[in-house]
């Protein structure tokens, strides 16, 4: 089945500092890839959508310029979250699809927990 | 705009008693529907999805899940549950996938 990784899985930083999470398709080309955030007890909420090669689509009320996301090649998507402050602690998951289709599965990576001291 | 419901937060079963976590979509056309589990601290794995046809989806790890559209729902149900089954459930409507806010599933021995 599709794998998807992530990376770091738990990372802890101080208030202030950019935290870089990357997220892998290990066994197909993922075209498109999605970012999620979730709170303790609660859904998924995404915040983007990233296309290999073009710019991110980012939700409403999601910043642009404080998670900055990167699909550089089509098995790899970057979330670096800038200057994180302790708000931003959270469980950041990305999934990938091949096509981004509307009847395309999304496989999820296993997730990183973000710690802002 | 598209929406899920899934009513119960917590359910609680006996080791080998049967299940049901219930989904509630609202969409307006066809949907495109999943589930998915979530062990403590891990991403999502799919367990069975629906786009058209047999209205009865078998998934994996004996998980099977039937679309009604006359009540817009897509309940997920296991004949036997196991310990391992204890996990988050979460139920998605695509486009644009959208989750459900997730039901607790806690399994007594």
């Known amino acids: 089945g599709a794998v998807v990784s992530q990376h770091p899985s738990r990372v802890i930083c101080k208030s202030g500092t950019s935290v870089k999470i990357e997220c892998r398709s290990l066994d197909f080309q993922a075209t498109t890839m999605f970012w999620y955030r979730q709170f303790p007890k609660k859904s998924l909420m995404l915040m983007a959508t990233s296309n290999e090669g073009s710019k991110a689509t980012y939700e409403q009320g999601v910043e642009k310029d404080k998670f900055l996301i990167n699909h550089a090649s089509l098995t790899l998507s970057t979330l670096t979250v800038t200057s994180a402050h302790p708000e931003d602690s959270s469980f950041y998951i990305c999934?990938?699809?091949?096509?981004?289709?509307?009847?395309?599965?999304?496989?999820f990576g296993p997730g990183t927990r973000l710690l802002v001291l | 705009a598209q929406s899920v419901t899934q009513p119960d937060i917590h359910i609680t079963v006996s080791e080998g008693a049967s299940l049901e976590l219930r989904c509630n979509y609202s969409?307006?056309?066809?949907?495109?529907l999943f589930w998915y589990v979530q062990s403590p601290g891990q991403g999502l794995q799919l367990l069975l999805k629906y786009f058209s046809g047999d209205t009865l989806v078998q998934g994996i790890k004996g998980f099977e899940a039937e679309f009604k559209r006359s009540q817009s729902s897509f309940n997920l149900r296991k004949p036997s549950v196991h310990w391992s089954d204890a996990a988050e459930y979460f139920c998605a409507v695509a486009p644009r996938l959208t989750f459900g806010t997730g039901t607790r599933l806690q399994v007594t021995l």
């Open positions: 999934s990938a699809s091949s096509s981004g289709g509307l009847r395309e599965t999304q496989y």
């Open positions: 969409y307006g056309a066809t949907p495109y």
